[in-house]
């Protein structure tokens, strides 16, 4: 009777956490397509008189299909994550993962005026069993939060190196940085430690729960250093080849 009176409040916890998953997913798509409909309307019925009018109205409705986009994107990332599906790991060298990321995302770190640096040239590989999308997955959303929380002038750095005997990741930046109260929290889906701020940087809020799913499939978990005003440093630990 205590076995099922237990898996009877599981399965009603899970189902309670699949509610309020759907009706955040609902929230989350309401504000750009209310956008993305008003603007559309304005066009449309001619509200939007003037070529100025129309320009913003046409470049408002792109930017909301963006976050969509970048939405829609995160869910299916995190969609795949939750199915448990095998992770398939092969020697990978951390440094060249972290410098591809960089280089995609430097122009983007750029348009902030936020300086973005890898792993410094000539380092010797740091050699991890894993698996090279992963990790790129990882770092990518650890790089792009940094971006966006990093104020212009700032800097982030991503750097790959060996700690006893694992492989380490860190990303670390010099941006706002984050509250002691919301540290345990930043890892749930669509917790945002400054709601405004997150939704106008176009963050869906949910990289680090991806983040999050991914290293626990790698049997690892993540740890963070923050200090406000000075900035924030992730860092992964992965099994050293």
């Known amino acids: 009777a205590a076995s099922l009176n237990t898996m009877t409040a599981q399965l009603a916890a899970t189902d309670r956490r699949q509610r309020e998953f759907l009706a955040d997913v609902a929230h989350e798509l309401r504000t750009p397509i209310t956008a993305i409909d008003g603007?559309?309307?304005a066009l449309v019925d001619g509200a939007a008189r003037t070529d100025d009018d129309r320009r913003e109205a046409a470049e408002i409705i792109k930017g909301e299909s963006g976050r969509l986009c970048d939405l829609v994107a995160d869910l299916q990332a995190l969609t795949l994550a939750?199915?448990?599906?095998e992770v398939v790991r092969e020697p990978t060298d951390l440094v060249e993962c972290c410098r591809e990321v960089v280089e995609r995302l430097e122009h983007a770190a750029g348009e902030?005026?936020?300086?973005?640096?890898g792993p410094?040239?000539?380092?010797?590989?740091v050699v991890a069993v894993t698996n090279a999308a992963h990790v790129q997955t990882i770092v990518s959303n650890l790089v792009t939060?940094?971006?966006?929380?990093?104020?212009?002038?700032?800097?982030?750095?991503v750097s790959a190196m060996?700690?006893?005997g694992s492989a380490v990741?860190?990303?670390?930046?010099?941006?706002v940085g984050i509250a002691p109260e919301h540290l345990p929290r930043i890892f749930e889906r669509f917790y945002r430690v400054d709601k405004?701020?997150?939704?106008?940087?176009?963050?869906?809020?949910?990289g680090l729960s991806i983040v999050k799913h991914i290293i626990e499939a790698h049997g690892q978990t993540m740890s963070v250093r923050s200090t406000q005003g000075k900035g924030s440093t992730f860092a992964f630990t992965l099994q050293k080849a």
Do not use: C, K, Y
Request: hydrophobic letters at 30%; aromatic letters at 2%; glycine letters at 16%.
């Open 39 to 41: 603007f559309a309307s």
């Open 82 to 85: 939750d199915l448990d599906q």
């Open 112 to 117: 902030r005026g936020v300086l973005l640096r």
């Open 120 to 125: 410094r040239a000539g380092q010797d590989p």
């Open 145 to 157: 939060n940094a971006i966006r929380a990093t104020p212009p002038g700032g800097s982030v750095r």
């Open 162 to 164: 060996h700690e006893g």
């Open 169 to 175: 990741v860190e990303v670390a930046d010099t941006g």
């Open 196 to 206: 405004s701020r997150s939704r106008n940087a176009g963050g869906s809020g949910l």
